[in-house]
C-alpha cells in the first residue's frame, strides 16, 4: 500500500514535470511563428503514457490559462490537444521504427496545418462569425499554418527517440509500460 502511494506521488511529480518543459518550451519558442515543440511532445507523451498523457497535457493548458489569463482565445486549448492526443492514441502501439518516424512526423505536421480549423468553431462562436467569416478567418492564418505544420514535421523526427528516451527512464524507475 506504501509503495502504491509512492508510486502515484512520483507519477504526479513526473506529469507536473511533464507539463512545465511542454510550458517552458512554448515560450522558449515564442520568437518562431508557430513553431513550437507542443505536438511533438503531447505525441512522445501519448506514445509513452498512453491514457496518462493527458494529464501533462492538461497540466500545460492549465499554465497557459494561468500564466495567460482564461480568456476567450484560450477555450480551444481545452479540446485542440486532445484531438492530437486521440490521433496519437489510434495509431498502432507497436511500429517498426521505419515505419513509425514518417508517420509520426506526418500525423504532427498535419495536426499543426489543422490547427487554425480547429481553432475556427470557437472563433466563429465567441466573435460572432458567420460560416463565410470562420472561413475567411482560416484563409487568412493558412500562411500560419503551413509554418506550424513545417515546424512540426521536422519535430515529429524527435518523437521516436525521445519517446525512446522517456520508456528507458521509466523502466529505470522500477514501472512497467
Known amino acids: 500500500m506504501r509503495n502504491q502511494r509512492y508510486q502515484h506521488l512520483v507519477d504526479l511529480v513526473v506529469f ?3 507539463g512545465v518543459i511542454m510550458f517552458v518550451s512554448k515560450y522558449m519558442t515564442e520568437a518562431l511563428p508557430n513553431i513550437h515543440l507542443i505536438g511533438m511532445l503531447t505525441m512522445t507523451y501519448t ?6 498523457a493527458l494529464i501533462p497535457i492538461y497540466v500545460f493548458v492549465l499554465l497557459i490559462g494561468l500564466f495567460n489569463g482564461f480568456a476567450m482565445w484560450w477555450i480551444p486549448y481545452l479540446y485542440i490537444w486532445t484531438i ?24 504532427c505536421a498535419l495536426h499543426g496545418l489543422c490547427y487554425g480549423i480547429l481553432y475556427a468553431p470557437a472563433q466563429a462562436l465567441m466573435y460572432g462569425l458567420d460560416f463565410k467569416g470562420m472561413i475567411a478567418w482560416i484563409g487568412t492564418g493558412l500562411y500560419f499554418d503551413l ?13 521516436v527517440p525521445l519517446s525512446n528516451v522517456l520508456k528507458k527512464a521509466h523502466k529505470t524507475a522500477g514501472k512497467e509500460n
Open 147 to 159: 509554418l506550424h505544420a513545417a515546424g512540426n514535421f521536422a519535430l515529429g523526427f524527435l518523437i
Open 84 to 107: 492530437l492526443w486521440a490521433i496519437t492514441m489510434l495509431l498502432p502501439k507497436k511500429m517498426n521504427t521505419k515505419i513509425a518516424v514518417p508517420i509520426y512526423s506526418v500525423v
Open 47 to 52: 506514445i509513452v503514457y498512453r491514457k496518462k
Open 16 to 18: 507536473a514535470l511533464l
